[in-house]
């Protein structure tokens, strides 16, 4: 059920990546341009002079020559220097769409009505007329800015009408309601027109560069692509939309393909975007407007041959973009671009690459998923890593080699997606199981011991540690006789019942069934988790199950079942606890002495009379200990004695015949012979008392009169 639900998972994953990958939301498409962005920084467009020249109207110059805008007589005289100089084109990253404010008839203007002074100003030459004449027959293009609003001013006239072949491009392309244009005698006196604008959807980081923009139905080129129309041998400009050619076209309407300017094929998105393959920041590209202007401050071929670009990086002026290398001036866009039209080095995103990247994700889940649901964890994540390394080295390398823009993003998010879809069934079902062989096992053997093998897999290994441990063994006796007189099933049920009834009770104070054997109970303490305070829980165990025992036994009699009374034996000492056994099985076990004194003070009750026997060693290292002496038992296969109690609660200490047996107790310590007396008279007030009992009975036989107490074979 699980598998299949992987499986379905998966399929779900496979159909929003596709989804995905058709809508390419504004996350997707972030993310994708940051992959790219990325690529951009480690693998650089290297610089190659191809003759475009920025003249950067930078701080220097301005120092010399004065604040921004320089008076149009200024400009005009930069652009005979420049075509002075040897250059190809002129472009200005500027907008002179106003008068110049400087010009002599506007300046004199503001003396007021004086004739003297108009006269004055009707000699000197109007600045925009002199800019007007150097821009006229030579190879000059000016900008202009597009407005998502209609404005006020004139819309102009494309220098040269852009020519589509193929389906209408209208759709696809940046549109725009309003324009602000250069002056119409400096328009009509320049040779080019070029629109200024960037596409700053992308979180505003410049990324590509508009070829082709629209002013409501008409078509206008960028500034860039009217500079390489300058240096060709015609004035055409033919655009290129899907259905132009075959190539051109994949199943639908795909948008722009590219255009074809001055003998030269530009390749562009879909959109008529040109992605800047950027080089690293330098200067190699710039010249200060102030050195053209000096004349004798540049070498006499610094500019021959070359495509010569007016903008500014001067702070103050706020031309600069975010780009993926940080800020740069606007005018260096512009010149990247013309270098990229120019050397034919062009990042590109064919229609084809989508349709690649779909089947591409088709081919993943066909083989990702089988390969997930039959592997391990590990080397599932290991497939998976393989495969992100595998899509995201193609895209690196499609970038590197073909200058492919082929998405990373979308192959990694899926084979993750697919990772986890196929992974978390089965991780719920390793889960489940693994609950279940907790729940069973602990119905095999204690569940802290489950418990601590689960959280320490290591330890599943043969071998052991030497620890100090308290271990609790019960016996019920004549089990044996009850068993063979009676109903086999009854007799089951009856001991499965006292059997329950015991192991609750030792789980309860945390302890480890070591073993069941029979009606016989092994529980030991401070294994396999270390416990402080074993010494205590054992006795309040011991205590716990003789309690719980009684009950029973008062049950039963009820029913018509005679059941024995329970012997419990407690003790505490040093002993090599671990796993022992062979390769087959294991079995997790206590070894040593410690083990063995406890299986005797179990059975020495039966001799005793009492129910519960501890050591001296539990009793000392459970703290606060309430209980009465036993004795000094010499246990058998022992040579020494080892001094013995029976565990009560406060309260009984306080009761009559305790306090009777404890002075009786004393007497027989000192071996004074009044303890026989003594133990005669606690006997007659208390014959309950099997401890009493036991005493009286070695005195009045002849025994030594003290502690020491050999246990019966």
Known sequence: MLRNFGFWVSFVVLVLSLALLVWNPAPIHGLRNIAFDAYQRLSPRAYEDRGVRIVDVDEDSLRRLGQWPWPRARIAELVEKLDAAGTKAIGFDVIFAEPDRNSPQRVLARWGDNEALRAVAELLPDDDTEFAKALRDRPTVLGFALSRTPTPLATPSAKVPIAVKGEDPAPFLSTYRGAVPPLPDLLSAAAGLGALNFDTASGGIIRYVPLVVRLDDQLYPSISIELARLLGDNNRLLLRSAGAEAADSFARTTGIAGLDVGGRRVQTDAQGNLWLHFTPPGRARYVSAWKVLAGD?????????????????????????FTPFGLTPGVELHAQAVEQILAGDYLTRPDWVRGAEALFLVLLWLALVPLIMRLGAFWSAMVALGVLACAVAASWLAFVEGRLLIDPLMPTLTAVALYVGCSLPRHIQTERQQRWIREAFSTYISPNLVEHL?????????????????????????????VEGADPGKIVALLNDYLDGMIQVALRHEGTIDRIIGDAVAVMFSAPVVQADHARRAIDCALAMDAFARDFAERQKGRGVQVGRTRIGVNTGPVIVGNVGGASIFDYRALGDAVNTTARLESVNRQLGTNICVSATTAQAAGAFTGRPVGNLVLLGKSEGIRTFEPMSGEVMTRAHVRDYLAAY???????????????AALDA????????????????????DTVIFAAK
């Open 297 to 321: 401050a540049l070498p006499a071929d610094a500019l021959r041959g070359a495509i010569a670009i007016v903008g500014s990086s001067a702070t103050g002026l706020q031309d600069v973009r």
């Open 454 to 482: 689960i959280a320490n897999p290591e330890s599943l290994a043969l071998g052991g540690e030497r620890r100090e441990c308290s271990f609790v063994m019960t016996d019920l006796a004549g089990f044996t006789s009850l």
């Open 666 to 680: 004393e007497l027989m310590k000192a071996g004074d012979p009044a303890a026989g007396p003594a133990f005669d």
């Open 686 to 705: 208390y014959p309950d008392d099997p401890l009493i009992a036991f005493h009286q009975a070695r005195l009045a036989a002849g025994e030594q009169g």
